[in-house]
């Protein structure tokens, strides 16, 4: 056994020895509700924004006497907010740092395969990194999925948030009762601020944590409202009526636009697969067909050219098919 088949058999121990790790911490978490409900709000509210950081520690470091061993562990490593607030969304158990060390290590699993049984040393590379990169790529479409839902849920929000403001309740309980009756993710979102106005944070700290959370237009709009009136004042259940309003036909535009440029989405789905697919097809029936390809000067330069319109063929296909609102 070499140098390499040794690196690549612990590289593979220690990513599983890992997940087991992962498995095993939820698994022992999730029978403790109390514990994990105290846990998933530390996570949102540390996971926030750059307002209330101080505050937001001492609660930490004093919910924290009485937490576990595990969640000792898990919140105080070293964390990205940008990250965790990624992962939160996509609703896996991992702080950032584990993040960042599981795919990294998958990288490296994908490079010692690659070192092992490929000679093509910059192709080895570059799967290599697009591997390592899957992860956060999943979680970039967890998050636009978040964010959607999110959206969806807004108007309601408002709407019952308007309804709570006519029968007397103050705005810190109107946010308490969207937190508690309505589902996740927007519960989840305005309980967090919930929590950050009762540690201490004035209004516009929480709103512009919670906009820094929750990267919507419609949502910042809600909180200047929120912010002004609050200066100002004025009818608040009459601009939130107006809000909600003005969000529910931005998003029946969007689905409209969504409808009318689907074809021109389809096409690119196509142009851009069908070459692809063409290529995997022909590698796998006739291999020495496409060896040229790498092994010839000339087809060397062909397959970077290919790789490259085709980069250029679908950005330009965007750009095309997305329409800025």
């Not at 927007?186 to 919930?194: R, T």
Request: charged letters at 20%; aromatic letters at 8%.
């Amino acid at each position: 056994m070499d140098l390499l088949d040794t690196l690549i058999m612990i590289t593979v121990f220690l990513f599983v020895a890992s997940l087991v790790a992962l498995l095993f911490m939820a698994w022992s978490e999730s029978r403790f509700v109390e514990k994990q409900a105290i846990k998933k709000r530390l996570l949102y509210i540390s996971a926030g924004g750059k307002h209330g950081r101080d505050k937001l520690l001492n609660y930490r470091d004093k919910v924290l006497k009485d937490a576990g061993a595990m969640q000792k562990l898990a919140l105080k490593m070293p964390r990205v907010s940008k990250l965790d607030r990624m992962l939160l969304k996509s609703n896996l158990p991992f702080t950032a740092s584990i993040f960042i060390l599981l795919s990294l290590s998958l990288g490296l699993i994908a490079l010692l395969l690659g070192l092992k049984f490929s000679p093509f040393i910059l192709l080895t590379i570059m799967i290599a990194v697009l591997v390592a990169c899957l992860p956060y790529g999943y979680l970039i479409i967890a998050e636009k999925a978040y964010l959607n839902k999110f959206q969806d849920q807004l108007p309601e929000a408002l709407d019952l948030l308007a309804r709570a403001l006519r029968s007397g309740h103050a705005m810190t309980s109107g946010l308490e009762m969207v937190s508690s009756e309505m589902e996740a993710p927007i519960s989840l979102e305005f309980g967090a601020a919930v929590d950050e106005i009762n540690l201490g944070l004035t209004f516009e700290e929480a709103f512009e944590n919670l906009c820094e959370r929750v990267p919507s237009t419609d949502l910042r709009f809600f909180a200047i409202s929120i912010i002004i009136q609050r200066e100002t004042g004025g009818n608040v259940a009459e601009i939130l009526d107006n809000i909600s309003r003005l969000i529910r036909e931005r998003i029946q535009f969007k689905r409209q636009v969504k409808a009318l440029t689907a074809e021109g989405r389809l096409s690119a789905m196509v142009l851009i697969g069908l070459p692809i697919a063409l290529f995997a097809y022909i590698f796998f029936i006739n291999h020495s067909y496409l060896t040229l390809l790498w092994t010839d000067e000339i087809g060397q330069y062909m397959l970077a050219g290919a790789i490259m319109l085709q980069i250029l063929g679908a950005f330009v296909i965007k750009k095309i098919v997305t329409i800025e609102l």
